[in-house]
Every structure is written in structure tokens, then in C-alpha cells.
Nanobody, 118 residues
Framework: QVQLVESGGGLAQPGGSLRLSCVAS????????MNWARRAPGKGCEWVSG????????YYADSVKGRFTISRDNAKNTIYLQMISLKPEDTALYCC???????????WGQGTKVTVSS
């Protein structure tokens, strides 16, 4: 059974930074693309970033390019999302997803909440 557990969310000030982590179990982690999506209050789900199984390919939404960096450690079954220069509009529930490709998800974590506010 695939399990994805996110952590690292919290309260940050505008301009601040956070690093999210997602640990996977029950899956051959190195074989899959991994993605981050977010759902802001009152809005739909948005793909934020993704990374291919071999880390060669990445995806970033236009709204986070230059501010967010995705990475993965296949030895630790973990992906990360380093977020800098945070904005209030980054406030959302951030979920990681295992997928067959970038911007796909067939298994999801419960999410970690990020709030950007002064």
C-alpha cells in the first residue's frame, strides 16, 4: 500500500522560506515521477512542481518559477520542495503525489498546510 507523508508546512512571513518534505513507502520510489500540487482556500487544485524518476526533468508552475526548487533523494524515498520569497498567494494545502509522469498523480498524501502572512 502506497503511503505518502508530507511535512514542513507552517507559518511563514512574506519573503520567508520553508522546505517541504514528502516521504514515500510501499512503492518502488525510484521508478516514479513525483509531484507537488496545492489547493488554496476557495480555489481548485494546482500543479506546482514535478520531478522525473531520474531527476532529469522538472516542472514548475509559472507562479513559482525562480522561487521554488524541487529535488528528490531516491535513497531516502523522499522529495523536497524548497520555497523561498514566499508570497501570501502561496498560502495553500500542499500535497505530494506519485505519478507516471510530471503533473500526474495516482497516489496522494494528506498534505501539509502553508500559511504566508505577516
Amino acid at each position: 500500500q502506497v503511503q505518502l507523508v508530507e511535512s514542513g508546512g507552517g507559518l511563514a512571513q512574506p519573503g520567508g522560506s520553508l522546505r517541504l518534505s514528502c516521504v514515500a513507502s510501499g512503492v518502488t520510489f525510484r521508478s516514479y515521477a513525483m509531484n507537488w500540487a496545492r489547493r488554496a482556500p476557495g480555489k481548485g487544485c494546482e500543479w506546482v512542481s514535478g520531478i522525473s524518476s531520474d531527476s532529469r526533468n522538472t516542472y514548475y508552475a509559472d507562479s513559482v518559477k525562480g522561487r521554488f526548487t524541487i529535488s528528490r533523494d531516491n535513497a531516502k524515498n523522499t522529495i523536497y520542495l524548497q520555497m523561498i520569497s514566499l508570497k501570501p498567494e502561496d498560502t495553500a494545502l500542499y500535497c505530494c503525489a506519485k505519478g507516471s509522469a510530471l503533473r500526474t498523480g495516482d497516489s496522494w498524501g494528506q498534505g501539509t498546510k502553508v500559511t504566508v502572512s505577516s
